[in-house]
């Protein structure tokens, strides 16, 4: 590749870079509690108490964690009803809409032999594996890596315009 377009491609990638919302992602959830914390909640923990026994971390470790994602708004706090000294965890939408990252981040472990292989995330009602996830074009097709592009919203948009 000529130096000129190497340079285009990177310049077009720095530009893409500091706009990207990765960063700040990650550092709202990108830890390895946050994302136990948050496999916890996806499968119903909601005290204080069942999230330290369900993982094994330190109550100062979960504290903070708990205090991050809360402020993140990916939890929120409120007291029990059944008992005021207790405080229920719950998951906002925003932390809801998480799920597909933490499955996706199972599957890959899953796929590259970390974990226990006897153990799937299944539906709840069928009991039957879930399908793995896979990045889809606006059509339905499945994509790859070498597939994709990074564009301008505005050009995204007049394509999916175009498209409908």
């Given at each position: 590749?000529?130096?000129?377009?190497?340079?285009?491609?990177?310049?077009?990638?720095?530009?893409?870079?500091?706009?990207?919302?990765?960063?700040?992602?990650?550092?709202?959830?990108?830890?390895?509690?946050?994302?136990?914390?948050?496999?916890?909640?996806?499968n119903d923990?909601?005290h204080?108490?069942?999230?330290?026994?369900?993982?094994?971390?330190?109550?100062?470790?979960?504290?903070d964690?708990?205090?991050?994602?809360?402020?993140?708004?990916?939890?929120?706090?409120?007291?029990?009803?059944?008992?005021r000294?207790?405080?229920?965890?719950?998951?906002?939408?925003?932390?809801?809409?998480?799920?597909?990252?933490?499955?996706?981040?199972?599957?890959?472990?899953?796929?590259?032999?970390?974990?226990?292989?006897?153990?799937?995330?299944?539906?709840?009602?069928?009991?039957?594996?879930?399908?793995?996830?896979?990045?889809?074009?606006?059509?339905?097709?499945?994509?790859?890596?070498?597939e994709?592009?990074?564009?301008?919203q505005?050009?995204?948009?007049?394509?999916?315009?175009?498209?409908?």
């Open positions: 590749m000529p130096a000129d377009r190497e340079q285009t491609r990177i310049d077009a990638f720095r530009e893409a870079a500091l706009s990207c919302p990765i960063p700040a992602a990650v550092e709202l959830v990108g830890e390895k509690w946050a994302f136990l914390i948050l496999r916890g909640a996806l923990l909601c204080f108490e069942e999230f330290q026994a369900g993982l094994g971390i330190a109550r100062n470790i979960l504290s964690r708990l205090a991050k994602m809360v402020a993140g708004g990916i939890l929120e706090r409120r007291s029990d009803s059944s008992d000294r207790k405080v229920i965890y719950s998951l906002t939408e925003k932390g809801a809409a998480l799920m597909p990252v933490i499955v996706a981040l199972r599957q890959w472990g899953e796929d590259w032999g970390h974990g226990n292989p006897g153990i799937v995330l299944a539906d709840r009602r069928d009991r039957k594996p879930i399908r793995k996830l896979c990045v889809h074009a606006h059509d339905g097709r499945p994509l790859r890596r070498g994709l592009v990074w564009v301008a505005d050009d995204a948009g007049n394509a999916r315009q175009a498209a409908e």
